[in-house]
């Protein structure tokens, strides 16, 4: 494993012939398959670290990750519910794969948000064909997650790109890597990056306790030169209404909702076939007990309850791209914002539960089902609940807006 972890990129990713999906029936359709073939390794692949290359690929060729194309350049242009959906199914068979191409959905959204129609055309025309995009956003080591310092200084045709960033998730299996940067003038843009451009080296270096297999290292960018046509002013994002930030949320949120069902299933799974029932309870079957069924009756409405907020809040998405205002763009976030506080909680709850509910045979290594617990206490850590709960309470109480930040 160690091995692993210090090796850098050891192959460019490779181009995949892509299915084109129609719809959103057929996006839901082909995330259920991806979801079940998913699950039968995801366990071995978190106990081993096995980066999941071929599963990616698999992604890819399925057409998933291009269903955000918009209709004018051939995609399917889904809807942010069937999105959403797609990533809870995915998660569900294993989050490490649904967290993977989060930052792919995020980066596409920022091309139809702001970039030229030339630079639409090359690049969902990749996307559609199945490159994939990877991000290199976040810095360690800055006084605050928006100080970027990263930096793209002018040359003639272009930029030459300097910078180090952390928590790379997905850079590893790019094609494209879109990178968060600065220009002198301070303004914040998205520079797409191909992965094998010289200057620019992805590091697996991630050693997280959980989702192990999202590959989350580091990305190191010297002197790369970038072409002007492939950088793109993400910050006219945030001068009006927007929904990039509800967006990259609500597929967070879709994957707490993914772990928490996936850890409900293998506590109801163990406890169907493999607990004992306690001595005090006079029954033959753990399944039977009832203070064990009303405590599995209690997490299920909890997690019912999380989805159904993750449901409403990719509807307010929905509705708001249709009529993009101010105040639609703040119900979309705030609604949001409860779906993650939600889906957060009970992925923590769920997985920790899960425990409780199968007993002491349950903590067995060789049956790894701390991996639930793992993913969602790592997963569940890109965002501070408390600063949702803090918009959504000075909202409702005074309608004071969202600010555009990008991460609410």
Known sequence: MTATRSQTRDRTAESIPAHVIKDDAEALEVARQLSAEFAADASRRDAERLLPHAEVDRLSASGLLAITVPAEYGGADVSTTTLTEVLRLLAVGDPNLAQIPQSHFVYINVLRRQGTPEQQRFFFGEILAGKRLGNAQSEAGTKHVQDIRTRLTPVPGGYLLDGVKHYSTGALFAHWVPVLARTPDDKLHVAYVPADAPGLTVIDDWDGLGQRTTASGTVRLSGVRVPAD?????????????????????????????????????AVEFVRTKSRPWFESGLDRAADDPLLLQRVG????????????????????????????????????????????????????????????????????SLNLDRHWRNARTHTLHDPARWKLQHIGRYVVNGTLPPRHGLL
């Not at 993400?234 to 994957?255: D, K, N």
Request: no cysteine.
């Open 230 to 266: 492939h950088v793109v002013p993400h910050y006219r994002t945030f001068e009006g209404p927007q929904l990039h930030g509800a967006v990259a949320q609500i597929l967070h949120a879709a994957i707490d909702a993914g772990i928490a069902a996936a850890a409900l299933a293998d």
């Open 298 to 365: 209690e997490l299920t409405v909890e997690l019912r309850a999380a989805e159904a907020l993750l449901a409403r809040a990719a509807e307010e998405i929905d509705l708001a791209r249709a009529d993009l205002t101010d105040e639609t763009a703040a119900q979309a976030s705030i609604a949001v914002a409860a779906a993650k506080v939600a889906t957060g909680r009970i992925a923590v709850e769920m997985s920790n539960a899960l425990f409780e509910l199968a007993g002491t045979r349950s903590a067995l290594a």
